[in-house]
């Protein structure tokens, strides 16, 4: 999503980050997504990096200048990750750990951060501003992915932020068509 503010194209390539990857372990030796190829081969990974080397490449279009915007807009895309980080979490304590290994006092406890993580952005949507940016970018692919991952999880626990990223999307049918899908 940030590429495309950014008036950055690029070419997509969809990895399996579960298994054993030999293009991704190349890439990036944590073995996560997303990674960016550089045109001279370099690799650029974790997704706040990405986020700043298009905001360089694009002249500062995604994260604000001023002290108090930077301030602003980090601490709100921290909070989106931190969300996105909690409800991850949760799926593969299910989706990977048997049964009898689970620990639902652990996953409840994260599904308490991503609730907190939630509300506190409902509360700070008025931080985002009016120039679409790194937040807007953050926001509208958590809940993008809490549709795909989560069915009806946003809307029962974050109406305001399901009303803003339909509206967003709405508004932006190019960044909407890069919402999180399954292959």
Known sequence: MA??????????E????VGTSDTLNAANPIGKVPVLILPNGEAVFDSSVICEVFDRMSGNQLIPQ?????RRIRTFDAAVTG??????????EVRYRPDDKRHPDWTDRQMGKADRGLRW????LVDLGESVGLGHCGLAALIGWMDLRFEGKAAKDAPKLV???DEFFSDH??????KPFLP
């Open 121 to 124: 952005l409902e509360e700070h």
């Open 3 to 12: 590429s495309v503010v950014c008036g950055i194209e690029l070419d997509f």
């Open 83 to 92: 969300v996105t980080d909690a409800l991850a979490l949760c799926i593969y």
């Open 14 to 17: 969809i990895v399996d980050f």
């Open 173 to 178: 049918p190019n960044i909407a068509a890069m």
């Open 163 to 165: 009303e803003w990223a």
């Open 66 to 70: 001023t002290l108090d915007g930077f």
